[in-house]
């Protein structure tokens, strides 16, 4: 559920009509829902009500100042994974001692700045990240709180580029090897040990990968104890998928009820990462159909946004809908891949959508709240679209459309 509906023929956002957005900001142009947003945090942070818990969005999803400070009000946590988006949920008021950092590259003056702010936890993805990590805060006279990112190898079931605790995959530390890791940790100055973390992949449809992870968590969770390491966090990660077709992903409170299941009476709090089940759904692309080119093979119509824009169809053939904002408009019906200006193959929104267009009609990019402007280039030299934020009858505009100044600024000639 989202609040993208037509009223009286019209795609609106909340109360307001995309036609609008689109008169006043032109397109591209990106468009969150604040209702659509704060509904997806509660739905997390409900299921979770029995137990000590926190939500940290994973900012990586769409990391817009304004989609940050709207749960940063809600009391949100934020897992982040570089300064870049440390210093984004600190400018948007997101408190750092409800900030987990995750990544397999932390630098170290990455470490020393979540250090000084004071963070919540670091997720350590490899032995020389603890060692490191261990340097940096002892240097610094302080302690750093950790957990281990353990990588469970289950198989997620989902696109292999975006899998993770598979133990092909670059992303925690195997297993097997957590226990020793855990004891030389709890050796190293600098560290205190604080918690247990995984994260096996995105768009997850089902239970059973989850359930699996937390199982082969519990087992290490209390092989350390026996070693005497307690811990007072366990966080699962992100990655419930959402519906962008007719995938059915279980809800947050179907997989808080089961996770909780398996927690029983532990003594820990659970923390999640969830980012796309918070932000796809919340979010549209618009864009303007600029001509039809029927062939012989194929019916085109070229949009003004490309895959510079919204990557995820070309990069995981990924099914997005694609919508006209005027509901009953006539035009030439055909059975259309929605293509971009950029000079690819693979630039395409959309394959064999049944649409009726003509040039200059309005269509919506559906469930592009995540992963869409995140993963934004300026390929082709395109500035980035602007990005819109609805909140009841009310459209601010909160990221500039960039210009063409925008595009090379910072570089330079040679003498
Ligand atoms: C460590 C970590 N946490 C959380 C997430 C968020 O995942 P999702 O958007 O699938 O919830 C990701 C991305 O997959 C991640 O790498
Ligand atoms: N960017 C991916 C998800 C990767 C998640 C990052 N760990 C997507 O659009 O589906």
Redesign the pocket.
């Known amino acids: 559920m989202d609040h993208f509906n037509y009223k009286n023929g019209q795609l609106c956002a909340e109360d307001i009509p995309l036609r609008e957005i689109a008169a006043a900001h032109g397109t591209p142009c990106y468009i969150y829902s604040r209702a659509t947003l704060e509904r997806h945090w509660h739905a997390f942070d409900d299921a979770f009500a029995e137990q000590p818990h926190l939500v940290c969005y994973a900012v990586?999803a769409n990391s817009n100042l304004a989609i940050l400070d709207v749960l940063a009000r809600l009391g949100s946590g934020f897992d982040i994974v570089s300064i870049g988006e440390l210093e984004r949920v600190i400018k948007a008021g997101g408190k750092a001692g409800r900030i987990v950092f995750s990544g397999v590259g932390k630098r170290p003056e990455e470490m020393q700045r979540a250090l000084e702010l004071g963070i919540r936890c670091f997720n350590i993805e490899s032995e020389a990240e603890l060692e490191r990590l261990s340097q940096v805060a002892t240097a610094m006279g302080v302690e750093a709180p950790v957990a281990l990112r353990v990588n469970p190898d289950v198989d997620a079931g989902t696109h292999p580029y975006?899998s993770?605790g598979l133990k092909e995959n670059k992303f925690g530390i195997p297993i097997g090897e957590a226990l020793a890791l855990y004891e030389k940790a709890a050796d190293l100055p600098g560290l205190k040990i604080s918690g247990i973390d995984c994260h096996i992949g995105?768009?997850l449809t089902e239970l059973s990968p989850f359930l699996d992870a937390l199982d082969r968590l519990l087992l290490l969770v209390d092989r350390l104890a026996e070693k005497g390491i307690s811990i007072d966090h366990l966080d699962l990660g992100g990655g419930l998928g959402v519906t962008y077709r007719d995938e059915t992903p279980p809800s947050p409170a179907e997989y808080a009820r089961a996770v909780s299941q398996k927690l029983a009476d532990r003594p820990f709090g659970i923390f999640i990462e969830p980012g796309?089940a918070i932000a796809a759904n919340a979010g549209v692309l618009l864009t303007r159909v600029e001509y039809l080119k029927p062939t012989q093979e194929k019916d085109f119509a070229i949009v003004d946004a490309a895959m510079n824009d919204l990557i995820?169809p070309s990069l995981?053939q990924?099914w997005q809908a694609i919508i006209p904002v005027e509901q009953n408009a006539t035009g030439r019906d055909g059975s259309y891949d929605i293509v971009g200006p950029v000079c690819e193959t693979g630039d395409f929104l959309g394959k064999d959508r049944e649409l009726s267009l003509s040039p200059g009609d309005l269509l919506a990019v559906r469930s592009s709240g995540?992963?869409g402007f995140t993963?934004a280039s300026n390929y082709n030299s395109r500035p980035r679209a602007a990005e819109v934020m609805v909140d009841g009858n009310q459209a601010y505009l909160v990221r500039e459309r960039e210009t063409l100044a925008d595009l090379y600024r910072g570089e330079h000639l040679i003498p």
């Open positions: 990586k975006i993770t995105s768009q796309r995820r995981y990924a995540a992963y993963m």
